[in-house]
C-alpha cells in the first residue's frame, strides 16, 4: 500500500515535471483522418507508422530512446489540421511529423513546421505542390519531405495508360471539388496537353453527392472512351454505379485512390477493372514485402486479409523508418540537423515500396519517382498488377536523372 | 430530348429523397413550432440500424422495426431536447438542442458502425429497368413510390383518426386545443416520434440508392431544410414540389449549365422565396397577433 502511493507521488512528480521526463522518448507527430471518407488511407497510414515505430522500438529505438507516436486525427479538415499542428509542435514538442492524407490539410498545416524549423513527412498526401511551398530563394531550407507519389507522377501515367496504352483520343475527367480533385484535374489537363488531347469534358461534384448522372451524361455525350478520375472513394463509387444505371460502361481510370476499400466494396462488380497508379500493391513479393503484409495482419487483422488501403500503411511505415534512419544519422533530435541528415541519408534503407538509397537532397524532396510507380487494377474485390510483367520487377530504385521543372 | 427526360428522372428520384425529409421538419413545426434539426442524423441512425437488422431478416421485415426505432429515436429527442425548452418558453433553446443531439447521435453512431462508408444490400434487381430508353432504378421507383406512401399514410392519419384530429388541433391552435382538454404536450411528443420516423423510414429507403455511414444525413437533411423553406413549413403539397424543384433544377443544371454550379440555383431559389413569400410557396402565412 506504502509503495503503491510512492509510486503514485513519484509518478506525479514526474508529470509536474513535464519536459524532464518526455526527454526518454522521442515523440514523433502523427497526423491524419481516422474518421470520415478518407479514413480508410488514414487508419492503413496510421498502422503502418506503428507497427515500423513498434519493430523499431523492439530493438531498443533510436540513439537509446524510444519512440513515441503522438496521434491526432485532423478529420480531412483543413482548420482542424492548423490546430492538430499547433498542438503538436507548441505543446508536444514533437521532433518530427509524419502523415496527411489531405492534400488541402497538408498545404494549411505545414508552415507552421517551415516555422518551427521541424520536419514534416507527407506520407500520403500527393498535391504537385506539397513539398513546393517553401522553396529557395524566398526559403533557405525546406522542411516539408513526401514518401509518397505526387501528383504529377500519377497523371502522367494515367494519361500514359489511357492514351499510349488504350489508345483512347476521347477521355473525360471527373473530380471532386475539393483541393485533392481540383489539383489533380489541373495535373490530368497538363499530361493530356503533352499529349495534344482536350478532355471531350471535364466535370465536378461535391463530397457526398449521391447522383452523378449530369456529369455522366455529359461524358456520354461528349463520347468519352474513357473516364479519368480524381476523387476519393465513396464518390467514385457512386460514378461506377451511376455508370451502370444509365447502361453506359467504358473503363474507369484515376489517382490511386481507386484502390481504396471503400470505392471497391461500394462499387462491388462495377468498380471490376478500374486502373490506377500505385506505389504498392498487396502481394508479396519481396522478402520484404512479404514480412510486412504478415506482420499487418497479425498486428491489426483487416477483413479478409486485406489492408484497407495498402499504398498508405507501406508509406506510413517507409516513412517512420526513413525518419528514424535520420535521426540517428543525426545523433541528435534538433529539426534543422535532422532534415540535413534526411538531406543526405548515408543509410540505404530497405523499405516495403522500394529500397531508398539516398532518397532526398537538398533541393529534391520527393523520394518516389516515376519508375517505381506501377498501375494496378481491381480484379475480384482486390487490387492486384494491371501488367503481370511488372510483379517481377519488385524493388525499383530512385532514378538518378530526375525531369527537373 | 432523350437526355432531358433522363435527367428529369433522376431529379424527381432525387427530389423525393429530399422531400420525405422535408416532411420531417413539417411535422414537428406543426404541432410546435420547432424543427428536429437533427433530420438528417435521425435518417442516418435509421439507415444504420437497418443495416444491422437487414442481414438477420428480409428487408421488408426490417422495416417495421426500423419505423418502430425511429419513433422512439424521436420521443427522445423530443423529451430530451425539445421538451426542456418549451417548458421554460425559451424561443430558441431547441435549435441548440436538437443541433448537439444530432451531432451526438452522429458520433454513437461513428463508434458502433465505424467511420467508413457501409454498402446496404439492395432488395430489389440493381441493374436498372428502360421506358422508352430511359432507364430507372427499380430501388428509385420504390424511392419516390414509398415516399408518397409514408406522407399519404401521415396525412390520411392525421385527417381520419381521432389522435391524429388531436394532432391537427393543435397546429391549428395550441392553446384552445389545450382547452379543449387535448393532451398538447403528448401530440407535440407524437409529432416527434412521427417526424423521425419518416426520417428513419427514408434512410432505408435512400440507403441501397446512396451509401450508408455515420455523415450520410449532413448533406441530405440540410438540402430537405431548405426544400422545406422553398415549399412552406405547414404544407403537405409544398415539400413534394420544393423537393421536385431542387432535385430537377439540379440534375438539369448539371447537365446545361456547370456541374460545378448544379447547386446554386436551388439555393437562389431558396433566397427569394425568403424575400418574396417568406412562407413558402405554398405557405399560409400567418398574422401574429401581439
Known amino acids: 500500500m506504502n509503495n503503491k502511493i510512492k509510486t503514485i507521488v513519484t509518478a506525479l512528480a514526474f508529470a509536474a515535471s513535464g519536459t524532464a521526463f518526455a526527454a526518454d522518448s522521442i515523440k514523433v507527430g502523427l497526423s491524419g483522418p481516422y474518421t470520415g471518407g478518407s479514413s480508410p488511407m488514414g487508419i492503413s497510414m496510421r ?121 483512347f483520343t476521347k477521355v473525360a475527367i471527373l473530380a471532386d471539388s475539393t483541393n485533392y480533385g481540383q489539383l489533380g484535374r489541373e495535373d490530368l489537363e497538363k499530361a493530356l496537353a503533352v499529349k495534344n488531347i482536350k478532355p471531350v469534358a471535364v466535370e465536378k461534384f461535391n463530397i457526398k453527392d449521391v447522383d452523378m448522372t449530369a456529369q455522366l451524361l455529359k461524358a456520354k455525350e461528349a463520347g468519352a472512351q474513357a473516364i479519368l478520375t480524381y476523387a476519393i472513394g465513396p464518390e467514385l463509387a457512386q460514378i461506377a454505379n451511376g455508370m451502370e444505371k444509365l447502361g453506359w460502361k467504358v473503363p474507369m481510370m484515376g489517382s490511386w485512390t481507386l484502390s481504396m476499400g471503400n470505392f471497391i466494396d461500394n462499387a462491388g462488380k462495377n468498380g471490376e477493372g478500374a486502373r490506377m497508379p500505385q506505389t504498392f500493391i498487396q502481394e508479396p513479393n519481396t522478402p520484404k514485402r512479404k514480412a510486412f503484409i504478415t506482420a499487418y495482419q497479425k498486428a491489426y487483422n483487416p477483413a479478409n486479409g486485406r489492408i484497407p488501403s495498402p499504398v498508405s500503411a507501406a508509406q506510413g511505415y517507409d516513412s517512420m523508418y526513413i525518419l528514424a534512419a535520420a535521426i540517428k544519422q543525426a545523433g541528435t533530435t534538433d529539426g534543422v540537423k535532422v532534415r540535413e541528415a534526411l538531406e543526405n541519408l548515408n543509410e540505404k534503407i530497405e523499405g516495403v515500396v522500394t529500397t531508398y538509397n539516398r532518397p532526398y537532397t537538398h533541393d529534391d524532396h ?27 520487377i519488385a524493388v525499383r530504385e530512385k532514378a538518378i536523372v530526375k525531369a527537373k521543372k | ?198 426520417a428513419a423510414f427514408a434512410g432505408v429507403l435512400v440507403a441501397p440508392l446512396t451509401l450508408t455511414g455515420a455523415t450520410m444525413g449532413v448533406v441530405l437533411g440540410l438540402k430537405a431544410f431548405a426544400v422545406a423553406i422553398i ?60
Open chain 1, 47 to 167: 498502422d503502418g507508422v506503428r507497427l515500423a515505430a513498434s519493430e523499431i522500438n523492439a530493438k531498443g529505438g533510436i540513439l537509446g530512446r524510444k519512440i513515441e507516436l503522438i496521434e491526432r486525427d485532423d478529420q480531412a479538415d483543413n482548420p482542424r489540421g492548423v490546430q492538430v499542428a499547433q498542438e503538436l509542435i507548441n505543446k508536444e514538442r514533437v521532433v518530427a511529423t509524419l502523415g496527411y492524407i489531405n492534400t488541402g490539410v497538408s498545404l494549411a498545416s505545414q508552415r507552421f513546421y517551415q516555422e518551427a524549423k521541424i520536419p514534416v513527412l507527407n506520407n500520403v498526401a500527393t498535391g504537385s505542390i506539397v513539398t513546393k511551398q517553401f522553396l529557395p530563394p524566398e526559403f533557405a531550407d525546406n522542411y516539408v519531405f513526401r514518401t509518397s507519389a505526387n501528383d504529377s507522377i500519377q497523371s502522367a501515367l494515367i494519361v500514359k495508360e489511357a492514351i499510349d496504352t488504350h489508345k
Open chain 1, 366 to 392: 520527393e523520394a518516389i519517382t516515376i519508375n517505381m510507380v506501377v498501375m494496378g487494377k481491381v480484379q475480384d474485390g482486390h487490387v492486384v498488377y494491371a501488367n503481370e510483367a511488372d510483379k517481377g
Open chain 2, 1 to 198: 430530348m432523350e437526355i432531358f427526360v433522363q435527367l428529369i428522372v433522376s431529379g424527381i428520384a432525387l427530389g423525393m429523397i429530399y422531400a420525405v425529409i422535408a416532411f420531417g421538419y413539417q411535422l414537428t413545426f406543426a404541432t410546435s413550432s420547432t424543427l428536429n434539426f437533427g433530420q438528417g442524423e435521425a435518417l442516418m441512425l435509421g439507415a444504420l440500424v437497418g443495416l444491422s437488422l437487414v442481414s438477420h431478416m428480409s428487408y421488408w421485415l426490417m422495416i417495421p422495426l426500423v419505423l418502430l426505432f425511429g419513433a422512439l429515436q424521436g420521443v427522445f429527442v423530443e423529451r430530451v431536447g425539445v421538451l426542456p425548452a418549451l417548458k421554460t418558453k425559451s424561443e430558441f433553446g431547441w435549435i441548440m438542442t436538437t443541433i448537439s443531439l444530432a451531432i451526438i447521435f452522429k458520433n454513437v453512431a461513428e463508434n458502433i458502425w465505424g467511420h467508413d462508408d457501409l454498402t446496404f444490400p439492395s432488395p430489389l434487381p440493381t441493374s436498372p429497368m428502360q421506358f422508352f430508353g430511359i432507364r430507372v432504378l427499380p430501388m428509385e421507383i420504390l424511392v419516390v413510390l414509398g415516399a408518397l406512401a409514408i406522407m399519404l399514410a401521415v396525412e390520411i392519419f392525421n385527417r381520419k383518426s381521432i389522435y391524429g384530429k388531436a394532432v391537427v388541433a393543435t397546429s391549428n391552435d395550441r392553446d384552445a386545443a389545450g382547452l379543449m382538454g387535448i393532451n398538447t404536450g403528448m401530440v407535440i411528443t407524437f409529432s416527434y416520434a412521427l417526424s423521425s420516423m419518416t
Open chain 2, 231 to 290: 415549399g412552406g413549413l405547414n404544407s403537405g403539397m409544398g415539400v413534394i414540389v420544393g423537393g421536385l424543384i431542387l432535385g430537377i433544377a439540379e440534375t438539369t443544371t448539371g447537365y446545361y449549365i456547370s456541374t460545378g454550379y448544379k447547386d446554386v440555383p436551388g439555393l437562389l431559389l431558396l433566397l427569394l422565396v425568403l424575400a418574396i413569400k417568406p412562407a413558402g410557396m405554398f405557405g399560409k402565412s400567418v398574422i401574429k397577433k401581439v
